[in-house]
């Protein structure tokens, strides 16, 4: 069961159209219909959530024409990184909104991070995203860093984005990175997970926006696709993996189901279902402690498998 301050702030959470004095939760429909209204209340959310904590620093570069930043701790070794993939469901999300996030990976593994803004659909649908999370990682490359001491982290939609990745770099012949450590990666855009539909009352994600998502990113294309749902992609020959999941979550069967596809693939995997526990959990650390315990886990996953 999950602590009592989990529940405590996961009750807030899903209650908290009740704030608004509103009696009912979102639906999701503005996902569909009013995008720049839900992108201007993320971004409102992103100024609170986007301090750096202290001792960390954020530094801008251009990586083959993708805007990104490195996020590092005063001193770190200029000879590892994690190359980091922002949620969003591909449609919102940003460097600025997702930068807190990204220190707490750096924190916990001590590595910097390169985050990325990849392009955003519907302005910039599929392929653009993953053309530039190749053209970060080959700047990465190119700047002189071993594959080997690379590793490869993300969230929600950039979770999948990040598996996807991995696919492509794989079919390509390009080098892969030592790891990768995924929080809800979303895998499927078939949405045939049965979670989607026995979770549906006690994930905190609005209703219905999952389907906005795929309709603004796959713009009619072929969802099943492995560069798109990676779940369907063939997955031998990937790195050691870590997925987190939140067993109350919609997107739960996105990571047990790619889990399994990979360990039976022959890809070491250690997968994480936090009972009881909501989309992306472990990005919470430090609200409550099983966010705590599953971040500095990554954090060690991370750290073993690119020597740091």
């Known amino acids: ?95 600025e909104a997702h930068r807190a996030i990204v220190a707490k990976f750096v924190k916990a593994s001590g590595v910097r991070a390169l985050s990325f803004g990849y392009r955003l659909a519907p302005e910039h649908p599929f392929p653009a995203a993953l053309d530039d ?88 294309r072929d969802v099943t696709g492995p560069y798109i749902s990676p779940l369907f992609g063939d997955l031998r020959g990937l790195p050691p993996l870590s997925i987190h999941a939140g067993g109350s979550e919609t997107l739960r069967d996105d990571s047990t189901r790619f889990a399994e596809k990979a360990r039976a693939a022959g890809v070491p995997v250690a997968l994480t279902v936090g009972e009881g526990l909501c989309h992306c959990y472990p990005a919470c650390a430090p609200i409550f402690p099983e966010a705590s315990r599953a971040m500095a886990a990554i954090g060690r996953f991370i750290a073993g498998h690119i020597g740091a």
């Not at 992108?39 to 750096?52: I, T, V």
């Open 1 to 95: 069961m999950p602590s009592l301050r989990c529940r405590l702030f996961l009750f807030l959470l899903h209650h908290r159209h009740l704030f608004r004095l509103k009696l009912r939760r979102e639906t999701g429909l503005d996902w569909a219909t009013d995008l720049p209204g839900v992108r201007r209340s993320a971004e409102r959310a992103s100024k609170m959530l986007g301090r750096l904590p202290k001792g960390m620093e954020a530094t801008p570069v251009t990586a083959n024409g993708v805007r990104a930043e490195w996020i590092a701790p005063g001193g770190a070794d200029p000879d590892r990184a994690i190359l980091y993939f922002h949620g969003g469901g591909y449609v919102l999300g940003s460097i």
């Open 133 to 220: 999370a190749l053209a970060a990682y080959g700047w990465l490359l190119d700047s002189g860093l071993a594959p080997s001491r690379i590793a490869f982290a993300g969230d929600s939609a950039g979770g999948g984005l990040c598996l996807a990745t991995l696919l492509a770099l794989k079919d390509q012949g390009r080098p892969l990175p030592a790891a990768a450590a995924v929080l809800s990666p979303l895998t499927d855009l078939t949405f045939s997970g049965e979670s989607l539909t026995t979770n549906a009352a006690t994930c905190l994600a609005p209703t219905g926006s999952w389907l906005a998502c795929r309709k603004h990113y796959a713009e009619g």
